[in-house]
């Protein structure tokens, strides 16, 4: 098993079934790994896509590293105040609109593959 399947086991459901199902969709596409970093699930692939973040509440926060680089025309991601971050949090399997993410997905993959990321460094006086 991966790391990330380990951790993911490492969680009670609802949890568990909600990072499985998230898990084996991001791994579905092409070229997609996912890496334990900062102690939580990351989804690569030339760079960070996404994460998965247990929650407190018992949820899992999806979050997109490039959110407010994707258009979200359907409205799934909240920013949070975040300047960079956008996510969308689940209680469960059926609270995951596929057919939305899939879109946001395919966004955020689109634009790890097209655009390169670019950190901005900030000079100190």
Not at 45 to 66: D, H, M, Q
């Amino acid at each position: 098993m991966s790391d990330c399947v380990d951790f993911i086991y490492g969680y009670p459901s609802p949890q568990r079934e909600v990072m499985l199902y998230l898990h084996r969709l991001f791994t579905g596409f092409p070229g997609v790994v996912g890496k334990i970093t900062y102690k939580i699930p990351f989804y690569y692939r030339k760079t960070w896509v996404c994460y998965l973040n247990p929650t407190k509440s018992g949820a899992i926060e999806l979050g997109f590293t490039r959110g407010a680089e994707l258009q979200n025309e359907n409205g799934l991601l909240n920013a949070k105040g975040r300047k960079q971050v956008s996510s969308v949090t689940y209680a469960s399997v059926a609270d995951i609109n596929e057919e939305a993410l899939l879109q946001v997905l395919q966004e955020a993959l689109l634009l790890d593959e097209k655009v390169p990321y670019s950190v901005k460094k900030f000079r100190k006086n």
